[in-house]
T-cell receptor
Framework: AQTVTQSQPEMSVQEAETVTLSCTYD???????LFWYKQPPSRQMILVIR??????QNATENRFSVNFQKAAKSFSLKISDSQLGDAAMYFC???????????FGPGTSLSVIP | NAGVTQTPKFRVLKTGQSMTLLCAQD?????MYWYRQDPGMGLRLIHY???????AKGEVPDGYNVSRLKKQNFLLGLESAAPSQTSVYFC???????????????FGPGTRLLVL
């Protein structure tokens, strides 16, 4: 069975600095999708970035980028120029391409210090 | 577009009571999902639906039932609520892979349920 692990329950970063959130996953599949979701205090789940496993190029979305290491089954999220609005729970998630179940990690709570 | 909406936003139940959570989406998505979120455990899939009239069990289906009578609505029912069902419930929807849609799930704002 697939699993997603986030080893950092809590992280903090100074405003304008860079922070990296870790995620590892376990799968025997070769094709799959990986996601980072953000959940602010409003509880709405917001997609931050997604990565297709067949693409070697790391996905980027403005200040958010990932370091996808397929062989190591690692999928870290880097947030550059951190802003106060980045404070939230961040969930790493995995989905096989053959069906739509998404497996979520336990989450990392990110605090941004002014 | 309202996206994915959930009703109610918050509810308190006594043990043994029943209730239905409603999820609605206006994006014409084929797939819909119900998750529960508990501290330190991320989101766990309860049930999901790949189309109108079809449902399937997820990771933690016990104690819940679902129905998808209309494509835009996905109902989650608790027949006899238990304190262990105290949680935040999220609905999500997505396009079908088979229809060439995206892999992304769109989430509702959540329903907070407290069972006493």
């Amino acid at each position: 069975a697939q699993t997603v692990t986030q080893s950092q329950p809590e992280m903090s970063v100074q405003e304008a600095e860079t922070v990296t959130l870790s995620c590892t996953y376990d799968t025997s599949e070769s094709d799959y999708y990986l996601f980072w979701y953000k959940q602010p205090p409003s509880r709405q789940m917001i997609l931050v970035i997604r990565q297709e496993a067949y693409k070697q190029q790391n996905a980027t979305e403005n200040r958010f980028s990932v370091n996808f290491q397929k062989a190591a089954k690692s999928f870290s999220l880097k947030i550059s120029d951190s802003q106060l609005g980045d404070a939230a729970m961040y969930f790493c998630a995995y989905r096989k391409t053959s069906y739509d179940k998404v497996i979520f990690g336990p989450g990392t709570s990110l605090s941004v210090i002014p | 577009n309202a996206g994915v909406t959930q009703t109610p936003k918050f509810r308190v139940l006594k043990t043994g009571q029943s209730m239905t959570l409603l999820c609605a989406q206006d994006m014409n998505h084929e797939y819909m999902y119900w998750y529960r979120q508990d501290p330190g455990m991320g989101l766990r899939l309860i049930h999901y639906s790949v189309g109108e009239g079809t449902t399937a069990k997820g990771e933690v289906p016990d104690g819940y039932n679902v129905s998808r009578l209309k494509k835009q609505n996905f109902l989650l029912g608790l027949e006899s609520a238990a304190p262990s069902q105290t949680s935040v419930y999220f609905c999500a929807s997505s396009y079908s892979i088979l229809s060439g849609g995206q892999e992304t799930q769109y989430f509702g704002p959540g329903t907070r349920l407290l069972v006493l």
